[in-house]
């Protein structure tokens, strides 16, 4: 396809490709705002967080105060008891890696509808260049005729 195709396409769907771009940002601004809001909630008040809770709540919790890792290394039996708040410790941390990886998504429905609006723009300043060219040679053309 060349370029003047790529263009005549672009611009029969480019309202329907601003609604698009508009939506992601407005969208990714607002899972912004709010994850901003729960993190604010995180450290504030832990216990108050839904999302916070239901990822903990989703992960395998100990029901032991220890939990005990068995194996054997020369023939000898070895035993290695991890306190319960270790355990609890390493359930925060992946739940905070599953709270970057939402955060990642959120990076990219904006950066995806920037570049929609952005492509947007640079169809629109073509288009609009190119008939100002036509424009002043049509200009031109009326006044060398005369």
Same mark, same amino acid.
């Given at each position: 396809?060349?370029?003047?195709?790529?263009?005549?396409?672009?611009?029969?769907?480019?309202?329907?490709?601003?609604?698009?771009?508009?939506?992601?940002?407005?969208?990714?601004?607002?899972?912004?705002?709010?994850?901003?809001?729960?993190?604010?909630?995180?450290?504030?008040?832990?216990?108050?967080?839904?999302?916070?809770?239901?990822?903990?709540?989703?992960?395998?919790?100990?029901?032991?105060?220890?939990?005990?890792?068995?194996?054997?290394?020369?023939? !000898?039996?070895?035993?290695?008891?991890?306190?319960?708040?270790?355990?609890?410790?390493?359930?925060?941390?992946?739940?905070?890696?599953?709270?970057?990886?939402?955060?990642?998504?959120?990076?990219?429905?904006?950066?995806?509808?920037?570049?929609?609006?952005?492509?947007?723009?640079?169809?629109?300043?073509?288009?609009?260049?190119?008939? !100002?060219?036509?424009?002043?040679?049509?200009?031109?053309?009326?006044?060398?005729?005369?």
């Amino acid at each position: 396809m060349n370029r003047e195709s790529i263009e005549n396409t672009l611009s029969r769907f480019s309202s329907l490709l601003l609604a698009i771009s508009i939506a992601l940002i407005v969208g990714g601004a607002g899972l912004m705002f709010y994850f901003g809001y729960v993190v604010y909630i995180l450290l504030s008040s832990p216990e108050q967080s839904h999302f916070m809770t239901y990822l903990l709540q989703q992960l395998p919790a100990p029901a032991e105060p220890f939990y005990t890792l068995s194996g054997s290394s020369d023939g !000898k039996s070895i035993e290695i008891n991890i306190p319960t708040p270790v355990l609890l410790y390493g359930r925060y941390i992946l739940a905070f890696m599953i709270w970057s990886v939402v955060g990642g998504i959120v990076v990219q429905l904006m950066s995806a509808g920037l570049s929609i609006f952005k492509v947007l723009t640079q169809v629109t300043k073509t288009k609009n260049l190119n008939q !100002k060219e036509l424009n002043d040679a049509d200009t031109r053309n009326s006044h060398n005729s005369r």
